[in-house]
């Protein structure tokens, strides 16, 4: 008797488990059904996320910094009077579309607005300039890792200090294409660097928070096919391209024998180049640096269209003294705007001949329009 009174517990007992782990199955699959079904409505923003891109310009803060760069100066305020007459104050023209603009001014020039956190004219980008296998070509060859990065750090710093209203943002400007003297197996006269290189240079910008410019001068070949090569690199947030149009040589001759030459169709093939990497990728805005001292350097330069994801700076990067850069500047630079300016400074070729020292950075916030891209080699 005792033993099935303990066998009816035993069933009992078995019952009422698989009872209850019945009724957690129920609920715990009417409450995953529940949540599934939610509309977007009762899905809150803690729940989701979603990433703003691209990014809100500030264009009330950008096209103030386009003025300032532009050296614009607000009238003042006068007052009319019986006996005199004063002419309507030349005002700025302000756009939803395009960046601002001075009605009888050549800057700031018409162009696009950026995409959000761009870099320029929010920052003055400062690079020191190079390639690891040569001391001749800037100061990333001449000295050990640790002098340059301390050096830059310096100039980082005596730029801060000249205008404190436009953050510095260091850079290293890295030759990873250079052209040659001697044709290579190709006959393109131009060597790429070693992705070792290229990475060690990319390690440099990492530490000191800044971006990395590749340089890249084609020699015989052209911009179109040479990007290819560098667009893992260009996929990264912080790294930005540079052309040399002094040795892109379309008319067939060696590298170092005339001045090469860049068309505003090659110039506006990189940038879309490189505004569909932008898009493609979700990044920040790219800057394309376009070095050049003569005219005949880059043609057609009024045809030249940066786009939201891609910001053009034209660099004047003529060596010589202070008058001759000057003039240089205003030759090729102020008499034909693009978007934004930048100088080259030449520790060692600037002060040749006739050179009366090196631009300072006071001297150097006095050109017009003013440089916000500077670098040194």
Do not use: C
């Not at 099935?4 to 715990?28: A, C, M, N, P, Q």
């Not at 001075?102 to 320029?120: E, F, Q």
């Amino acid at each position: 008797m005792a033993f099935k009174i303990r066998r009816s517990r035993v069933r009992l007992i078995k019952i009422t488990f698989f009872v209850v782990v019945f009724f957690l199955f129920i609920i715990f699959f009417l409450s995953k059904f529940t949540y599934s079904n939610k509309s977007e409505a009762q899905i809150t923003t803690e729940e989701v996320k979603v990433p703003v891109y691209p990014a809100v310009l500030d264009k009330t803060e950008y096209d103030k910094r386009m003025l300032v760069l532009s050296n614009y100066v607000y009238p003042a305020t006068t007052t009319a009077t019986t006996t005199s007459t004063t002419s309507a104050p030349v005002l700025p023209l302000y756009s939803t579309s395009t960046s601002v603009t001075v009605p009888g001014k050549r800057w700031p020039a018409s162009t696009v607005y950026p995409n959000g956190d761009a870099i320029l004219p929010f920052k003055r980008i400062l690079a020191y300039y190079g390639n690891f296998y040569s001391k001749k070509m800037g100061i990333l060859g001449e000295y050990s890792e640790e002098e340059v990065l301390r050096r830059l750090a310096s100039t980082t710093a005596m730029w801060n200090a000249a205008d404190p209203t436009t953050p510095v943002m260091p850079a290293i400007e890295y030759i990873a294409m250079t052209a040659q003297n001697t044709a290579g197996a190709d006959k393109m006269y131009r060597a790429v660097m070693p992705n070792k290189e290229i990475d060690k240079a990319y390690a440099m910008a990492e530490k000191i928070n800044g971006i990395l410019i590749l340089d890249i001068q084609v020699g015989l070949s052209t911009v179109q096919k040479e990007l290819p090569k560098f667009k893992d690199y260009l996929m990264r947030p912080n790294v930005h391209l540079a052309i040399d149009p002094e040795f892109s040589m379309k008319t067939g001759k060696r590298p170092g024998t005339v001045i090469g030459t860049e068309s505003s169709s090659d110039i506006n093939y990189v940038i879309n180049y490189l505004s569909d990497i932008v898009r493609e990728n979700k990044l920040t805005p790219k800057i394309l640096l376009v070095h050049r001292f003569t005219e005949k350097m880059v043609t057609e330069a009024n045809l030249i269209k940066p786009t939201p994801e891609v910001q053009v700076v034209i660099v004047m990067d003529g060596w010589g003294s202070k008058q001759l850069k000057r003039g240089t500047y205003n030759a090729v630079i102020e008499s034909e705007p693009v978007q934004f300016a930048g100088i080259k400074l030449f520790y060692k070729n600037d002060l040749k001949g006739a050179s009366t020292g090196l631009l300072s950075p006071a001297e150097v916030l006095n050109f017009k329009p003013k440089p916000i891209y500077i670098q040194y080699q």
